[in-house]
């Protein structure tokens, strides 16, 4: 637990400061701090006060750098996660609360196993220090969202047919972010229909399909059943793929069920049919980078620990 009182450095943000218009829910409580109400897609909401404080971030060189004045959310409520481990939201996104706002305009992260607490290497790097190698794509904000333009999907040398209009994204409901808050991906109705049938035509002579919370299954486990499946690849403007392998397209749901990692949009309500989201799951054994200022989203492959050297 954070202690205010104790920090030399800690300061509650007053409800005068033109901040507290950008903060969410943000309004005066009787000793005019600027108070905050956060709901992060579902449950209980986060909420506190918008302070600044002094953070110290780890340094490439294995030293520290001390950034004062960072304005963050200090909660006093935070939600009700089922995972006790799970203890808030960081924001990455590009608003003008956003840490990544405050520390420049690049951020970075490279993701293993997400299903292994014990990966060591996960890192995220803010600012120019952040990893800029692999793939580039361009990448637009619409709404808060880092935006990009998907082309096309592939499972090993199969290019799926899939209508090109699905991919000519005009308005809110028709297009394609990436985002590291998702786990799963969610893709258009036609994208999954032609995904979902794809896999079903390889696995569906071996295995039982059902559907389970929305998600296609098979009874089985990924590092058995799944030996020889083709990699998944998604393709993006300018020549960028993003190459899903089976422990990031598939999950064990249970030690007896794996499920594919990818559900359709529309489960949501039909104003999301033509709506993908590529999910953290798809993002694994890749370091990530998005440049703010010149609009470019970079995929490297590599594992995270080789990041470090």
């Known amino acids: 637990m954070f202690d205010p009182s104790i920090s030399s450095t800690y300061g509650s943000?007053?409800?005068?400061?033109?901040?507290?218009?950008?903060a969410p829910s943000g309004e005066c409580d009787s000793s005019s701090q600027c108070v905050y109400n956060q709901t992060y897609v579902e449950g209980l909401p986060s909420v506190g006060v918008i302070a600044t404080e002094q953070l110290i971030f780890g340094s490439p060189d294995e030293g520290t750098n001390a950034v004062n004045n960072v304005i963050f959310g200090c909660s006093h409520r935070n939600g009700n996660y089922k995972d006790t481990r799970f203890t808030g939201v960081f924001g990455l996104g590009s608003g003008i609360t956003s840490v990544v706002n405050q520390m420049g305009s690049k951020f970075s992260y490279c993701i293993g196993n997400i299903a292994d607490p014990d990966y060591s290497y996960n890192q995220l790097v803010l600012s120019e220090g952040a990893n800029m190698e692999g793939y580039s794509t361009p990448l637009d904000v619409v709404d808060g969202h880092y935006q990009v333009i998907l082309e096309g999907i592939s499972v090993g040398e199969t290019r799926l047919v899939?209508?090109?209009s699905t991919f000519q994204r005009t308005g809110k409901e028709r297009r394609a972010i990436i985002d590291s808050g998702?786990?799963?991906t969610w893709l258009a109705e036609n994208e999954y229909r032609a995904l979902e049938r794809e896999v079903r035509n390889l696995l569906d002579r071996f295995l039982t399909p059902f559907m389970r919370e929305?998600?296609?299954?098979?009874?089985?486990k990924v590092g058995q059943d799944l030996v020889g499946f083709p990699a998944?690849?998604?393709?993006?403007?300018?020549g960028a793929d993003l190459v899903v392998d089976t422990e990031s397209m598939f999950y064990q749901a249970t030690p007896n069920i794996f499920c594919m990692a990818v559900r359709q949009a529309s489960v949501y309500g039909k104003d999301f049919k033509d709506f993908s989201v590529i999910g953290l799951m798809a993002q694994q054994y890749y370091n990530?980078?998005?440049?703010?200022?010149?609009?470019?989203?970079?995929?490297?492959?590599?594992?995270?620990?080789?990041l470090d050297e």
């Open 214 to 220: 929305s998600f296609l299954c098979y009874r089985g």
């Open 162 to 164: 899939i209508d090109p």
């Open 288 to 306: 990530v980078a998005y440049d703010l200022n010149k609009h470019k989203l970079f995929f490297q492959r590599i594992d995270c620990e080789l």
């Open 182 to 184: 998702t786990a799963p």
């Open 13 to 22: 943000l007053s409800c005068k400061n033109i901040i507290c218009r950008y």
């Open 232 to 238: 998944v690849t998604f393709h993006f403007a300018e």
